[in-house]
């Protein structure tokens, strides 16, 4: 208790150098915990906006990773509606449900011919109301106010188009979408074209003209969507565009195209037996997902067409958020190694001074009868009061600037968002990164008093006692 009493002491004697030390290790983890707030409302934000889109966990069929997105009716689940009601009536997977819900996804040429453009598009079929209870989960409380599902409560031929893909079949006027660009080259000249050709051949394609393409008869921008049927044969059909969304990302949003399941069923398989593409399960809880999907697993292997299904983790399905992950890792690793560098030279410059400046004191308690190892323990104890200090000093410097950051109403636009989010640091929410960067700090700080302490505890005691 003595060495503490005097470790304190010590330190005291010399108030601007503790200061000046405990300042820069308080600086040094504020910038490490702050960066590491920053990092988890980032994985957060990732994290709640793909569950949204495609839940924790989805039933595929085992191959449709690899193959499906060149045939998917090949790699669909026949009897889906018996597997689904299975998920939801387990009394063991039951309580961890948030949303059960299939969907259907298949590539198509969507277009809007009175324009004359089309365009190879992705087709997404899906239960407009579950989809909308999916898009309302937010586990995390990140501020990502989507609006409701544009397709609830539509009639069965409507669609969703992606912003970018309105633009680019020109519907942006139709659909009333601001800060849309309009094409600078003239449009063709129908009449004088079709003069050019020999009359049968203008004849023949005045025939070929949709008539049905282009407005609806109540006015509504409408497109038609071609797909090829389980058969093989091509299939048409002519849906009203409900509205155009924003989806993120720029090469999804030029491709997507949403509809209800039922007509997605019907333009894919036609007069054959429904399939889907995928059940995707939403859970309540992130923590719950190893054991639901576990249990998933098991109910999927004892379904009859289980040998051909396979369950999919949420991360498996987004590489891009694992890859985000680990690369915010690595730079974290990073920050945190160069601040402990800082660290490690300021507090063994701090400690390097104190022994040269208490060079006699050192000799006057060896000859004393203090010996080495208590000499070493004393400095090294000041080298960890400084360590604590420091680290309770960062800690509340970070909180109260990740409040004031919090507050300011700064925005930003995060990877796989359509639009500006408040700029959030989520100190506290990572705590094994801040358990481990505070204690981190501490033993940096008290490691980097190993050195001078070995020193002083090496001084000779005639030479310590007569040092000027």
Known sequence: MNEWSLAL???RRNRRRSLSTLIALGLGLMAVLLFSGFKANLIDTGLTTYVRAGGHLQVQHRDYALF??????????????????TIRSDPELAPMLAVVTPSLRFGGLAGNFTAGISRAVIGNGYVAPEVQLMRRWNEF???IARPDFPLV????DSAVLGEALARVLQL???LRIADCPQPQIAPPAPAAAAAALPDDIAALAAQEQPAASGPSADGEPRVELLASTSRGTPNVASL???AAENQGFRELDEISVVLHLEQAQKLVFGRDAPKVTSIM?????SADRPRAYARLRQLVADDPEGATLAVRDFEELNPFYVQT?????VIFGFIFVLISSIVLFTVGNTMSAAVIERTVEVGTIRAIGLRRGGVRRLFVIEGFILGCTGALVGLAAAVGAGELINMSGLTWLPPGSAEQLPLQLRVLRDVPAVAGSTLGLVLVATASAWWPAWRAARLEIVNALRHV
């Open 172 to 174: 942006c006027a139709a």
């Open 141 to 143: 409380g990140v501020p």
């Open 68 to 85: 499906g997105s060149g045939n998917p009716t090949a790699y669909g689940i026949e009897h889906y509606e018996r597997l689904v009601r």
């Open 240 to 242: 009203v565009v409900a």
């Open 153 to 156: 409560g539509t009639a069965d």
């Open 9 to 11: 002491r010590n330190l």
């Open 281 to 285: 399960v939403l859970l309540q809880r």
């Open 325 to 329: 992950e680990r690369m915010f890792d």
